[in-house]
């Protein structure tokens, strides 16, 4: 659905960015993380065509955004982190506009409108006005706007920004709802945590360059060699320690109270096999887990910071 290659973008001397290759295939969610200045809102805004790159190529749905401008425009729905609103107008005049800009047809645009409010949940608010709305139902009202025109993609750029937690729960299901629909959602958020939980693949960007990309265990098994396990055990730790000295796939192992951490690097069939002798040999196991790797651990490892572009 989008393909990214060797994108350049130059101010002078200054790369925002600079040889970065993505690919997002049809019905995913990608997150878009990066520190302030790696060059997340350049992307976005040379995908929707608001900017022009220096150099590579740019593919939506099979368009060359770079050089069909207008034709990309129909198939986009572009978030920004900033936004304007008309303050003056109600909610359903002000998606009647933007109806009217992309030209939808009079006697499709309430049945339009109203469907759109009800998949953001503002039918009830309809007939407000936008000044009186809190920040998330602008942040969905919003939303709802970068989809009147039924476009195949969504860019949305930090939309959780500044919401409650309440907030961003009801994004979160409003995106997921869209991904059911068939949308693809590139999706910037420095919220690491839920992007993790929501996202399909991540893509970690800095100083304008892609420094790791993939689902988020494949990630984190390119960022931390081994994975890691967690055994807790009421009594007999150190005849568990000497069980797990036996296999091969098993060092690095630390105790601490009733609770043992180790380096493990095998399969799911090992971890099944580690667990099997634990229990045979009469050990008594409160909780056998392996941890999940934590996404802003990871970001700090491979980002390097920067200021805004």
């Known amino acids: 659905m989008l393909e990214i290659k060797n ?20 019905g995913e ?37 770079l050089r069909q ?35 939808i047809k009079e006697e499709n645009k309430r049945k339009i409108i109203a469907d759109l409010l009800e998949l953001v949940d503002l039918s009830r608010k309809k007939d407000s006005y936008v000044d009186n709305l809190s ?43 869209l991904k059911d629909m068939g949308k693809t959602i590139l999706i910037s958020s420095h919220i690491l945590s839920e992007l993790a939980e929501m996202c399909t693949s991540i893509g970690i960007i800095d100083n304008g360059k892609m420094v790791i990309s993939g689902t988020v265990s494949e990630i984190m098994q390119q960022v931390y060699s081994k994975k890691l396990i967690q055994i807790k055990v009421n009594g007999k730790l150190e005849e568990t320690v000497m069980i797990l000295k036996e296999f091969p796939f098993i060092d690095k192992i630390t105790t601490g ?19 099997s002798s634990l229990v045979t040999r009469a050990i008594p196991v409160a909780t056998f887990a392996q941890l999940e790797g934590n996404l802003e651990d990871v970001f700090m490892k491979v980002t390097k910071g920067g200021e805004e572009k």
Do not use: W
């Not at 878009?32 to 590579?56: D, E, Q, R």
């Not at 993609?153 to 500044?162: K, Q, T, V, Y």
């Not at 493990?264 to 971890?271: A, E, K, N, R």
């Open 7 to 26: 994108l350049h973008k130059r101010y002078g001397k200054t790369y925002a960015v600079s040889d970065l290759n993505l690919s997002i295939p049809e």
């Open 135 to 177: 920040r998330g139902m602008k942040q969905r009202l919003c939303l709802a706007r970068s989809l009147i025109h039924n476009p195949k993609i969504l860019i949305l750029d930090e939309p959780a920004s500044g919401l409650d937690p309440r907030a961003r729960v009801e994004m979160k299901a409003i995106l997921r709802n």
């Open 69 to 103: 401008n207008k034709k990309i425009k129909e198939k986009i729905g572009y978030m920004p982190d900033f936004f304007g609103v008309y303050d003056d107008l109600k909610v359903d005049e002000y998606l009647d506009f933007y109806a009217s800009v992309y030209k």
């Open 257 to 275: 109270e009733n609770l043992i951490q180790a380096g493990f690097d095998g399969g799911d069939d090992d971890m099944s096999r580690v667990l």
């Open 29 to 65: 969610i990608f997150g878009f993380v990066g520190p302030n200045g790696a060059g997340k809102s350049t992307t976005m805004k040379i995908i929707c065509g608001l900017l022009t790159a220096t150099s590579g190529e740019v593919y939506v749905d099979g368009v060359d955004a």
